[in-house]
């Protein structure tokens, strides 16, 4: 597996062969090799000099919330990720570990359809959009927040709705691909304490007979400690 430091070193070589960068379309995610000089670039603001010389991996992180009838109100996802498990979450806390960061370059949120009372029995896993009760979230906005410092303000949801996102792609049935490519990748470096607040409005009934979790889900390039690298 590449280090960071060699998916870096790629992007410069392709940059130079090509005489400068070429720009990102709709249709084409941002190449890890050019996330990773931006990871390297964040983590070392914050201390993580040692970043370039970590795993460089494909990573998911997702954190779920239980929906309830009831009227305006914000949802914050990772914050208590401490308090969940597998498979409402796939985080022990709210920050990445020492030699751990993602650059989040695809954002979608989905639902988590369960039995009552056991989170961990789930019935399905579903884009928003495959059940009309759930669309109106779309409407939702969310800030994503480093420590106390707000880093990503206001995004509205609807944006990975596939009328409203320039990254969806649609297949025969009919079925888009709902997930965000972000225009410019945010990048969580490791130890940083991290929150998304998402704002949805009001859930006037639930359909009977199961529970339903809101997942919001961030994928990317990322690393992971190497005991091989030095940090």
């Known amino acids: 597996m590449a280090t960071l430091a060699e998916l870096a070193a790629a ?8 005489g400068g960068s070429a720009p990102r379309s709709n249709s084409r995610p941002i190449p890890p090799s050019r996330n990773a000089q931006k990871i390297i670039n964040v983590a070392g603001r914050n201390g993580a000099k040692g970043i370039a ?7 998911v992180i997702y954190d779920s919330l239980k929906l309830a ?8 996802f990772f914050k208590n990720a401490s308090t969940r498990k597998y498979p409402l979450t796939n985080l022990q806390e709210n920050k990445l570990q020492e030699g751990e960061t993602l650059s989040v370059d695809k954002m979608y949120l989905s639902i988590l359809k369960t039995t009552i009372g056991d989170p961990e029995d789930v019935i399905s ?4 959009e495959a059940y009309l009760e759930f669309q109106g979230l779309y409407a939702a906005e969310q800030d994503v927040i480093f420590d106390k410092t707000v880093v990503l303000p206001n995004m ?7 009328p409203f996102n320039a990254s969806a792609k649609w297949g025969g049935n009919q079925l888009s691909q709902a997930v965000k490519e972000m225009d410019s990748d945010l990048v969580i470096p490791p130890l940083m304490v991290f929150q998304a607040q998402l704002q949805i409005p009001k ?13 919001l889900n961030y994928e990317g390039l990322g ?3 190497s005991a091989k690298g030095t940090y």
């Open 53 to 59: 010389n970590q795993q460089a991996t494909t990573r």
């Open 223 to 225: 690393t992971i400690f």
């Open 156 to 162: 509205k949801m609807a944006s990975t709705f596939a």
């Open 69 to 76: 009838v009831g009227g305006v109100s914000v949802l914050t």
């Open 125 to 128: 896993i579903m884009p928003m």
């Open 203 to 215: 859930i006037a009934a639930l359909p009977a007979g199961f529970d339903f979790y809101l997942q």
């Open 11 to 18: 992007a410069t070589r392709g940059a130079a062969t090509r």
